[in-house]
């Protein structure tokens, strides 16, 4: 049970991780986008993570753990962040929503690994199917987004 225990917690921390990465990424995105329609979506995004970060910190508790107070630098070049600052540099739309994408594919797989790898108990197993779905739902719309007219490639 210990092991279980400590092996949720340590997936829970690595949700954790990957959500500070997207707050992170999607702060920065939105305070750099020139387009009031992105920077709203980017910030609706950040709050979203913002928001499962702390559902995540209250589950790692109730299983008596501490949780991951940081995002890691490793993290964030694992988790396709790191290329946001470049694209946010060229004020390309299109680049950035790429980048962002690259950042959920990663957090989408993440999860996916979260919910197949971890004995988890029904609460926390219910809670991170209710992320991943809006992980995964942020995702597509950040695709459809890149995919428009209105932030094609030029």
Not at 7 to 36: F, M, W
Not at 86 to 111: F, I, K, M, T
Request: charged share 25%; aromatic share 6%.
């Amino acid at each position: 049970m210990k092991f279980a225990n400590e092996k949720n917690i340590s997936v829970l921390n690595n949700l954790i991780e990957t959500c500070k990465d997207g707050a992170q990424g999607y702060a920065r995105a939105a305070h750099e986008a020139k387009d009031p329609e992105l920077a709203r979506v980017f910030s609706d995004y950040a709050t979203q993570r913002h928001q499962y970060i702390a559902e995540l910190q209250q589950s790692v508790r109730a299983v008596g753990g501490d949780p991951e107070k940081h995002s890691s630098i490793a993290g964030s070049l694992h988790r396709g962040w790191i290329n946001l600052k470049s694209a946010l540099s060229s004020n390309e739309p299109h680049a950035v929503l790429a980048e962002c994408e690259r950042g959920e594919d990663a957090a989408v797989q993440n999860y996916r690994t979260a919910l197949t790898e971890a004995e988890l108990d029904l609460t926390t197993r219910a809670l991170i199917q209710r992320q991943a779905a809006g992980v995964k739902e942020a995702h597509d719309r950040i695709k459809q987004l890149r995919d428009s007219v209105t932030y094609a490639q030029k």
